[in-house]
Every structure is written in C-alpha cells, then in structure tokens.
C-alpha cells in the first residue's frame, strides 16, 4: 500500500468529517443549555478540520500516482488533474482559512465585519464537499455516497431548523400597536 496515498485519503476524509461537525456546531450553537459547549466545539473542530486539510494538500506533492506542483496545488484551477475539482477543494480551504482568521480577529474587526465572513463557512463546505464527493478516489463506493449524502442533508436540516426557529423569535410589529 502507498502510504502517502493513504494519508491523503485519511486526512481528506477526516477533515471533511471534521468540518462537517463544525459547520453544524456552528449553525446550532444557538439551542439553549449548550451555547458554550457547541461555540468551544464548533471553533477547535474547525481550526483542527484546516490543519488535516492543510496537510492533505501538503502531502498531494509527494504523491507517486499524481503529484501536485506548488503553484498547481496553491493557485484554484492550476492544477493539471482534475483542475476544476482540485479549485474547489483549494478555495474551500482558502475560505476556511479566513472564516478562522477573522473569528480570531473579530474584537478588532468588528462583529458586523466578522459575521459576514462567517458566512463564507457555507460556501467553503459545499466546495470542500463537493471536492471529496466527486474527486475522491472512494467517491463512487457506496459508503463514500452515503456519507455525503447524509452529511449534506444534516446540514441542510440543521440550516433549515435554525432558520425557521429565528424567524419565530422575530415576530412582526402591528403597525397599530406602536400608538
């Protein structure tokens, strides 16, 4: 077994996992009585999910069967495998390095500043999950499709779920009742 290839596969799959987590971390931290514990959750899951995928891409030029150059790994779409699929995973990090950036920057940012980038994870996970669904070497195997799938639908679920419980919280003023 080539075990470059292995851990390629290993840390591909376990940051995406990870960020998985995070993401839905994050969307649910507002449910009462776990507030702290999903924030600390959601931030150090998050920081490691960019670690593993940081040496997922490290290890892409090293690999035997289709080895990256600097510029093909660093730069979306210059890759000469697979560029556009090897562009998503390449900005899904990029965006994921400035969601944690800016979240450990927000008291100089500002809150407003901070929460517009936050939403910059939602982007960063779908173009990361996309990479691994269609460009990984297990993404036709059926364990691989069912792992996507689910955790693209716990995600959905989860954003649907908040967002229709903020939506209550903020109930519409009558006019009327202001006089």
């Known amino acids: 077994m080539n075990w470059i290839w292995f851990g390629i596969r290993v840390l591909g799959l376990t940051s995406y996992l990870l960020l998985t987590l995070s993401v839905l971390g994050g969307i649910l931290r507002g449910v009462p009585k776990k507030k702290f514990f999903l924030l600390q959750f959601h931030q150090q899951i998050g920081q490691i999910a ?3 995928g940081g040496l997922h891409g490290f290890l892409l030029l090293f690999d035997s069967y289709e080895p990256y150059s600097l510029v093909g790994l660093l730069v979306p779409f210059a890759s000469s495998y697979e560029p556009v699929l090897s562009g998503f995973g390449t900005i899904g990090l990029y965006l994921l390095l400035i969601v944690i950036l800016t979240s450990d920057f ?3 940012i500002g809150r407003a ?3 517009k980038a936050h939403y ?3 982007p960063s996970w779908l173009l ?3 990479h691994g669904l269609f460009m990984g070497s297990e993404g ?3 364990w691989a499709l069912a792992m ?3 955790t693209f639908l ?3 679920l989860a954003t649907i779920y908040m967002t229709a419980g903020r939506r209550k919280q903020k109930k519409p003023v009558d006019a009327r009742s202001s006089y």
Request: charge should be positive; aromatic fraction near 16%.
């Open 128 to 130: 990361i999950w996309a």
């Open 106 to 108: 927000m008291k100089t």
């Open 120 to 122: 910059l994870a939602f």
């Open 113 to 115: 500043a901070w929460k």
């Open 140 to 142: 036709r195997e059926e």
């Open 50 to 52: 960019l670690l593993l």
């Open 154 to 156: 716990l995600v959905l």
């Open 148 to 150: 996507y799938g689910s």
